[in-house]
């Protein structure tokens, strides 16, 4: 059942999925992994490094998780950390200084500031940023062209967050299958990323969000991903491609990958050349 309504959706996004022009040559773009399978995966031979996420376990406090470790744990937290191609994503998926409740932004931009700083102190040969706080985290607005609120968070955010981190790691995992509107929703979002003046990293799932009943645990049709991965090449400077999948064994053949190494042949990334010409006819 499962690979029937692949196929179904693979035949509804053919067709669907925008045409671009010829992709530049020559710019800068870093692609990096942090993804979990059952055997560890390395991709180092495609120039693909491994980007190093801290998650929420590492960060708040067991007993009270609405608290942030005390200074000297967030320090030794940092110490088990090694410098990677880009800064060291901090992924805490809560504290959100999207709110009207002034106080209540105050207490989580104070919380967000503690532990980036904490992390930087013991580490200042290390560079950090947080995955999806900036910018706020929406879709249906970004697809709809409702923005005026949204632009109004991002630059309060701009202000008194984005000066404590040295990149932005938005969030740009598909939601449902509408190649078009994820176009227009990653568009907005990578755009506003730019106003920040910090690189910009995506932060992208080959597959469909776990929150959509339908599609969740399906892999993207290949052009939907070469979709993406062609339009963060365009508005960004580069990605981690995130997966999580413990208990099955990485699968250098899987669809997805395939399209990967073809994109890395398309921008003819030099660190991607040794790698993908091993597979490549």
Request: net charge negative.
């Amino acid at each position: 059942m499962k690979n029937y309504v692949s196929l179904i959706i693979a035949l509804l996004v053919i067709g669907c999925v925008p045409e671009f022009d010829p992709l530049p040559k020559g710019k800068d773009f870093i692609i990096t992994q942090s993804m979990v399978y059952q055997d560890r995966v390395d991709l180092s031979s495609f120039g693909v490094a491994r980007n190093q996420i801290i998650y929420a376990s590492g960060i708040v406090c067991p007993t009270n998780q609405d608290e942030p470790l005390a200074e000297p744990a967030l320090q030794a937290v940092a110490q088990t950390l090694q410098a990677g191609d880009l800064p060291t994503v901090i992924d805490i998926g809560r504290w959100s200084i999207y709110t009207k409740d002034s106080l209540q932004r105050k207490e989580h931009l104070h919380k967000l500031v503690f532990v980036v700083e904490c992390l930087r102190k013991a580490r200042p040969d290390l560079q950090f940023g947080y995955y999806g706080v900036v910018p706020q985290r929406v879709y249906e607005p970004l697809v709809d062209l409702k923005l005026t609120e949204w632009n109004a968070f991002n630059e309060a955010a701009k202000v008194d967050l984005v000066p404590h981190v040295d990149a932005v790691f938005p969030t740009l995992f598909t939601l449902y299958d509408d190649p078009k509107g994820w176009e227009t929703f990653a568009i907005n979002t990578l755009t506003e990323s730019k106003r920040f003046n910090k690189p910009v990293y995506a932060v992208i799932w080959p597959k469909f969000h776990e929150s959509n009943p339908v599609l969740n645990g399906l892999y993207l049709p290949a052009a939907y991903w070469r979709l993406e991965l062609e339009t963060c090449f365009r508005y960004c400077d580069g990605i981690v491609i995130w997966n999580y999948e413990p208990k099955i064994n990485w699968n250098s053949n899987a669809g997805w990958w395939k399209e990967t190494v073809a994109f890395m042949e398309a921008i003819h990334s030099p660190t991607a050349e040794q790698g993908w010409k091993q597979i490549m006819p």
